[in-house]
């Protein structure tokens, strides 16, 4: 899960990283509001889940209330690389001397840590990696071990930051290292990290992303869950409590495991078709998952036929077979669906749905054949 830059800096200062004081505002009043509250000069930003914010016309510095307004009331409404605005953050402004880049991540072939390190900040940090790589300090941690204070000074020395802004910086790295891993994220990102005129450190943004997997203990989560996506099919489908990810194509999917799911997908691609989404209905598919599954499939418009791919192991193809059945009775479909049943009890599956066959129901008894059916179903 991606935290928004708020997020994030509501979840640093928990460990300590300073910001800059400000607030949230989802109006061009409150944006004043917020101002008010932060000091002039302030700088109002989009909250949007993209980087590059400032280049695009998301980030503006406003030295009084009427700026506010001005620039409050033209970034709210935009849309920033296909993300629309409904969120401002409004703080402080900040005097910047010099401008870094941070940050933790996995390095999973390692299976170490990796911290990133620069004193060229502000820019994409991919930008960095590919026009002067030598710019980077990387240090791998060994998650047994962590992160020192003293390691971290080294790993300051050795990125060449200001002297000024050293001590400080290890201190922050120390924190964002925990942060990151005591906070479970995947992620752990700020840039830039700057050090002010006054000599100060802090983080003037944050990318944060939280290991979904570490949900189950961090009930704090839920409110960034809350805020987290905007496609509404999504939402709909975490509410149900499915494994869901909406896509662009015209064939519904529903597959039991995700491997399967993803198989389904390549399947789909292989004889021209394209998935309008990603479904894992996992082990138990009975009757109320399999209707909540094809009600999340047929709320999306764009949805020309739908693929149920099953393959019985533990789950069993009769008792999948009665919850399609029962499943149809319920909901109301826009499309057809073509079914692939395969596995423990498949035969008698395929007995108890042989007489609700029908052009708008059908059977095949191959992943192959059935992505061919449904393809052409689709249209595509
Ligand atoms: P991004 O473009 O989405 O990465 O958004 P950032 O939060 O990183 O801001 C982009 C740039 O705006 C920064 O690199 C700064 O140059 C500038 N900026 C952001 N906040 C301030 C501030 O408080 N003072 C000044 N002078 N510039 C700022
Ligand atoms: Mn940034």
């Not at 924190?175 to 700020?190: F, K, P, S, V």
């Not at 749905?353 to 249209?379: F, I, K, Q, W, Y």
């Amino acid at each position: 899960m991606d935290l928004y830059e708020y997020q994030g800096k509501q979840y640093f200062r928990r460990f300590g990283i300073p910001t800059s004081p400000g607030g949230v505002a989802d109006t061009v009043d409150e944006a004043v509001t917020q101002a008010e509250q932060a000091g002039y000069p302030v700088v109002v930003k989009a909250q949007v889940k993209v980087g590059g914010r400032g280049k695009a016309g998301g980030i503006k510095l406003a030295a009084d209330a009427e700026e506010v307004r001005q620039h409050a009331g033209a970034i709210l409404g935009m849309d920033i690389k296909g993300h629309t605005v409904h969120r401002l953050w409004v703080e402080h402004a900040s005097d910047i001397a010099k401008e870094y880049y941070a940050s933790f991540t996995l390095d999973r072939p390692a299976k170490l840590h990796l911290g990133m390190l620069s004193a060229t900040g502000g820019v994409e940090i991919e930008e960095v990696a590919a026009t002067n790589p030598g710019a980077i300090a990387r240090l791998s941690i060994d998650p047994v071990t962590g992160l020192d204070r003293a390691a971290a000074r080294r790993w300051v020395d050795e990125a060449d930051l200001d002297e000024a802004a050293r001590d400080q910086a290890a201190d922050l790295l120390v924190q964002l290292y925990t942060c990151y891993t005591e906070g479970d994220c995947d992620l752990a990102e700020i840039n830039p990290l700057i050090l002010t005129t006054e000599g100060r450190v802090h983080a003037l943004d944050a990318k944060v992303t939280l290991d979904d997997n570490a949900r189950f203990r961090h009930p704090e989560w839920e409110e960034y869950a809350a805020t987290e996506t905007e496609d509404p099919r999504e939402r709909m489908a975490h509410e149900r409590g499915l494994n869901y990810i909406g896509l662009e194509g015209s064939v519904g999917i529903i597959a039991n495991g995700a491997g399967l799911a993803m198989s389904t997908l390549d399947v789909v691609n292989q004889v021209g078709g394209r998935a309008a989404n990603f479904l894992d209905i996992g082990g138990g598919a009975n009757a109320d998952v399999m209707a909540a599954a094809l009600e999340v499939i047929n709320a999306d418009p764009s949805v020309k036929a739908i693929f149920v791919n099953i393959f019985g192991g533990i789950t069993r193809v009769d008792e999948v077979a009665k919850g399609v059945i029962e499943a149809l009775q319920r909901v109301d479909l826009r499309s057809p669906i073509v079914l692939r049943l395969d596995g423990t009890n498949a035969e008698e599956g395929r007995s108890l749905l042989a007489p609700h066959l029908s052009d708008r129901l059908l059977a095949e008894p191959t992943m192959l054949e059935a992505a061919r059916r449904v393809v052409t179903l689709a249209g595509a």
